[in-house]
C-alpha cells in the first residue's frame, strides 16, 4: 500500500477544548465579535501568509491583511501546491502547528456550480480550502501534500456573483427531493468550514448576505466548530447549518480542534433562533469495538437535551467513513493512534477514484449490515430524526 511518510516520532495530539459554550453566551455586537477574542485566536492565531499577489490586491485580501498587521508574507504564483508548504514533506510533524499559524490567500479562477443530488442539490464554488481543525480522516488534504491550512478565495464577489446567475438560471423548484422539498440546497463549504472562515473574513457573511434574497435555494454547509458570530447574520431561512456529530470516544481522538460535540448540540437552538435551518451529519461512522453502544448513547443524549422546535424541523445525513492511502501514510507521520481506528483492511475495500488515489471504503456487506444497525438506533433513540440520505 506504499510507503510510509518517516520521520522523528510525532507526540501524540492533544485535543483541548477552545472553549464552554456556556462562557460565549449569545451573539456579541460587532465591536465585540467572537473573532477578536483569546478563544478565536487559539484556533487560529496567523503567523505567515503565502499568498498570490492579486489575492492580496483585492478588496477581501486587503481586508484580511488589515487584521494581520505585521504578519510575514510570501507571494506565490499560486495557492495550490506551494512547494514550501504542501510539497515538504517536513511539515508532516508539524501538521497542527501549520493550520493554527498559516493561511493562504488565492483567488479561485474555475467557477463551477456541480450537481450532487445527495446532501445538497448543487456545489458551489466554495469560499476556501482546507480547515484550521484537524480531523483525522479529512478528505481535503489527500492531493495536498504535507499540510493542510485554511485557503480563502478573496475574489468572494465573483463567486457570489456565479452563485445568484446559477440560482436564477434554475428558476423554481418543482418536484421535492431528499435534498429539500421546496428550494434548491447549494453546498457552500465542500472543502472547508464556513464558520471557521469567519474568525478571518467576511467570506461565509457574504454568501449567507446573497442567499437570504434569493427565494428559490438555500446554503447549505457543514461544521464542526460554533462560531456566535454567525448568530448575527440574519440568514431568514435561507442557509441550512449541518452539525456534524459523533460519540465522544471517537471525537476525542479524531476531532482534534473542534468544538466539543456537546456543545455543538447546545448551540442547535440558538442557530434555529438565529433564523437558521439546523440539521445534523453524523459522520463519519467508524466501526471499532463498542460503537454501536456509543452511537446509541449519543443518539439518546439529542433526543433528552434538544428543544422540541429543533426536533420539529431537522433531519440528518449518515455518513460513513472513507479513507485514502495517501492520508493514511501522512497521518502514520503526526497522528499514528487515529489510524488504528481509521485503517482496517480487515473491513475496508479498495477503490481507485477518478483522479487516481487509491480510496478505501468499508466492504459493501460491512456498510450495509452497519447501516441497518444505525437505522435501528435512530428508530428508536430519535424518531423524530428523519434520515435524509446515507453514505
Known sequence: MGQAVTGPAPEEPEQQPLFDWADIGPAQSPRSAFRDSPEARRMLGVREVFAEPAALDSPRGRQIMARLPGVSVTEVPGHWRIPALHGNDGNVGRWVRIKTETLVLGIKHHLVTRPN?????????????????????????????????????TNIEAIVAHVRRHVRAQGPKTVPNQCDPHSWVYDIGENGDCSVDALVCDNT?????????????????????????????????????????????????????????????????????????VHFNLS????????????????????????????????????????????????LGWHPRAEEVLWQPALQETKRSQNGAVNVRYALSVKRDALARLHRLLATRTPWLTVRYAF
Open 117 to 153: 443530488g445527495r446532501s445538497a442539490d448543487w456545489i458551489a464554488p466554495g469560499p476556501s480550502n482546507g480547515c484550521a481543525m484537524a480531523c483525522a480522516y479529512c478528505y481535503v488534504p489527500r492531493r495536498k501534500g504535507y499540510a493542510n491550512p485554511i485557503t480563502l478565495f
Open 205 to 277: 457573511a457574504d454568501l449567507i448576505a446573497a442567499f437570504r434574497v434569493l427565494p428559490t435555494a438555500k446554503a447549505s454547509f457543514a461544521t464542526k466548530f460554533v462560531n456566535p458570530d454567525l448568530l448575527a447574520l440574519d440568514p431568514r431561512g435561507r442557509t441550512r447549518v449541518r452539525f456534524s456529530v459523533m460519540p465522544d470516544h471517537d471525537a476525542r481522538l479524531l476531532d482534534l480542534r473542534t468544538t466539543p460535540v456537546a456543545e455543538r448540540i447546545a448551540a442547535a437552538a440558538d442557530f434555529l433562533d438565529a433564523g437558521y435551518e
Open 284 to 331: 463519519p461512522v467508524v466501526l471499532r469495538p463498542g460503537w454501536e453502544t456509543d452511537w446509541a448513547d449519543l443518539l439518546t443524549h439529542l433526543d433528552d437535551v434538544l428543544p422540541a422546535r429543533v426536533k420539529d424541523q431537522a433531519a440528518c445525513e449518515i455518513i460513513m467513513l472513507t479513507h485514502n492511502q495517501r492520508l493514511h501514510e501522512v497521518n
